[in-house]
Nanobody, 124 residues
Framework: QVQLVESGGGLVQAGGSLRLSCAAS????????VGWFRQAPGKEREFVVA????????YYVDSVKGRFTISRDNAKNTVYLQMNSLKPEDTAVYYC?????????????????WGKGILVTVSS
């Protein structure tokens, strides 16, 4: 059984930075890509970014390009999301998820595993 656990969320001022981590426990196939989704209050869950197992391919939603960076350390079974230049509109619960999908086709209905989510609050 695979479990994903997010950490690193919290409260930060606009313009600040946070790094989220997603640690996977259990045996996860190298066919899986891992990504981050977020859900703001009153809104649907949306895709943010994904990375292949190898780390070679990534895909970002336009709103975070140039500000967020995804990376992974397979030795630690951990995926990271470095978030810089944060904006109040980045405020949301961030979820880590894993699925066997091309990173450009990551969608919330296609994931096999989900973390419980972690809150990121960006104050203006």
């Amino acid at each position: 059984q695979v479990q994903l656990v997010e950490s690193g969320g919290g409260l930060v001022q606009a313009g600040g930075s946070l790094r989220l981590s997603c640690a996977a426990s259990g045996r996860i196939s190298s066919s899986y890509a891992v990504g981050w989704f977020r859900q703001a209050p009153g809104k649907e869950r949306e895709f943010v970014v994904a990375i292949t197992w190898s780390g070679v391919s990534t895909y970002y939603v336009d709103s975070v390009k140039g500000r967020f960076t995804i990376s992974r350390d397979n030795a630690k079974n951990t995926v990271y999301l470095q978030m810089n230049s944060l904006k109040p509109e980045d405020t949301a619960v961030y979820y880590c998820a894993a699925g066997i999908r091309p990173v450009r086709l990551f969608g919330p209905d296609d994931m096999d595993y989900w973390g419980k989510g972690i809150l990121v609050t960006v104050s203006s």
